[in-house]
């Protein structure tokens, strides 16, 4: 029995309680979690309540009869019309059969069939429901998302990014990708996910930082039991099932408390783990790739991140350089997000004049690819037609150069803290203290920034 099997969710609605009892003793021997109910009319708002991966019902009960059941699934609002409904029936008509699956039903059996019968036509149920839900969720991931994913790696930086990961790829091994803000560590990972062999959507993505607390971290990763925790009426299964043997991406991890990442440094040893307020030990089949922003060497040193779980994830890490360093590949990204952003517009696709492309490869873009982007969707949508020039660009930063060249060592040298004490000043009149936008010019969290403020009595 896999753990797809074991973990499916079965609601029985069938009014005859000596059979009732009889099927959900054979189906829970056979692995299923089965919910009996006795009435088609308090099925409907239960299927509105909880996830069941499928429906078993009889088709004449009092009340609501198995095929009016049948067709509020398949149109009810706020039911999922998509959970497959094997109807059950003493009657043997193969008029009956042929209605309830114009209805929309997955199958038909028989009250008489043998236990193994009955199991096996609902395994191969479950198999085509779940084929048929991964390519709907791929076709629709397909559909929503702007192929920018594409990686562009023109410049030495991305090239040996890229020789990196290839050589990471095929491995099991847990890759931390590191870089700023903005510089593309999800389409890393992704790239990483599709050079891995894995299923394509078997793809699992969670951002830390949406989860602050604890229970909301542990519950969406690790899943719950009903009662682990208020509000926890039903049994959830986390993020690490859900991946099964794809990949599950944690997106800033450094945000994770010490408590959470205790949790996961366990799992990551391990390869075990349990739901919340559960007992049972499960199996970590999915491959873990984390990313952050921020320095965790000196989240170690400052106390913020664990030193074990830093070790343990720094194994193999991956280091994706800012676009700054990387203009090479701005000419190129711009062309390719042009087209994408086109085709989703339905818009023509805009070339770029020589002193447009010169600016671009001259920005310090603080915001890296993703600015670039916004950039790129910004000229398209403006309704502007012809080739982009300069004065176009709605560019905020300085230059990369001058970036680099707007402070000058006094010949006799400072001190390192004045240096920083300036820096941090001028970024925070520059946006009149607000500290959001001044920590995204220092490049650094606002946390970070408000720790030199304070450290350098800097208030407005």
């Not at 931390?176 to 389409?187: A, N």
């Not at 492309?357 to 502007?384: A, F």
């Not at 970036?403 to 925070?428: C, D, K, N, S, T």
């Not at 520059?430 to 936008?437: C, E, F, G, I, L």
Request: aromatic share 6%; glycine share 8%.
């Amino acid at each position: 029995m896999t753990a797809f099997e074991r973990e499916t969710e079965i609601l029985l609605v069938e009014d005859d309680p000596r059979f009732a009892q009889r099927l959900k003793r054979n189906l829970e021997g056979a692995g299923f979690a089965v919910e009996w109910l006795e009435r088609g009319d308090t099925a409907l708002p239960r299927i509105g309540e909880k996830a069941f991966h499928l429906l078993l019902t009889d088709i004449k009960m009092p009340g609501m009869s198995g095929l009016e059941l049948l067709e509020a699934v398949k149109s009810k609002p706020g039911v999922d019309p998509d959970l497959p409904v094997v109807m059950l029936t003493s009657i043997d008509s193969v008029e009956t059969a042929v209605q309830a699956m114009r209805l929309g039903a997955s199958d038909y059996l028989k009250k008489d069939a043998e236990r193994d019968e009955i199991v096996q036509r609902i395994l191969k149920v479950l198999a085509e429901a779940r084929v048929r839900r991964e390519n709907l969720d791929l076709r629709a991931r397909l559909s929503a998302e702007i192929d920018i994913g594409a990686v562009v790696a023109l410049s030495p930086a991305m090239s040996a990014v890229m020789a990196e990961i290839r050589e990471l790829a095929p491995t099991p091994a847990t890759i931390l990708i590191q870089g700023e803000t903005g510089v593309g560590k999800e389409v890393i990972a992704r790239e990483i996910h599709r050079l891995s062999g894995r299923r394509p959507e078997q793809w699992v993505a969670i951002n830390c930082a949406a989860l602050p607390e604890d229970d909301k971290f542990q519950s969406e990763v690790f899943g719950h039991e009903r009662g682990a925790f208020t509000g926890a009426t039903e049994r959830k299964r986390g993020q690490f099932e859900q991946a099964e043997e794809g990949t599950l991406f944690l997106d800033e991890v450094g945000e994770l408390s010490l408590d959470s990442q205790s949790k996961l440094l366990r799992v990551l040893e391990t390869g075990e783990f349990t739901r919340m307020g559960g007992t049972q030990t499960l199996r970590l089949r999915a491959r873990i790739l984390l990313a952050t922003n921020k320095d965790l060497r000196r989240e170690v040193q400052e106390g913020r991140f664990r030193n074990d779980l830093f070790f343990r994830i720094s194994v193999a890490p991956v280091t994706i350089p800012p676009l700054r360093l990387r203009a090479e590949d701005i000419d190129s990204l711009c062309r390719t997000m042009m087209a994408d952003f086109s085709r989703r517009y339905g818009k023509a696709a805009r070339s770029f004049s020589p002193a447009a492309m010169e600016r671009l490869g001259q920005y310090s873009w603080p915001g890296n690819v993703r600015e670039l982007r916004n950039v790129i969707e910004g000229l398209l949508i403006r309704g502007r037609t012809g080739g982009v020039e300069p004065g176009e660009l709605r560019l905020e930063g300085p230059s990369a150069h001058e970036a680099a060249a707007g402070f000058q060592l006094p010949e006799a040298g400072m001190p390192l803290e004045e240096i920083e004490r300036a820096a941090v000043r001028q970024a925070l009149e520059r946006t009149d203290y607000n500290q959001t936008a001044a920590a995204k010019l220092l490049h650094i969290s606002p946390d970070r920034l408000a720790a030199r403020m304070k450290k350098y009595g800097l208030h407005k």
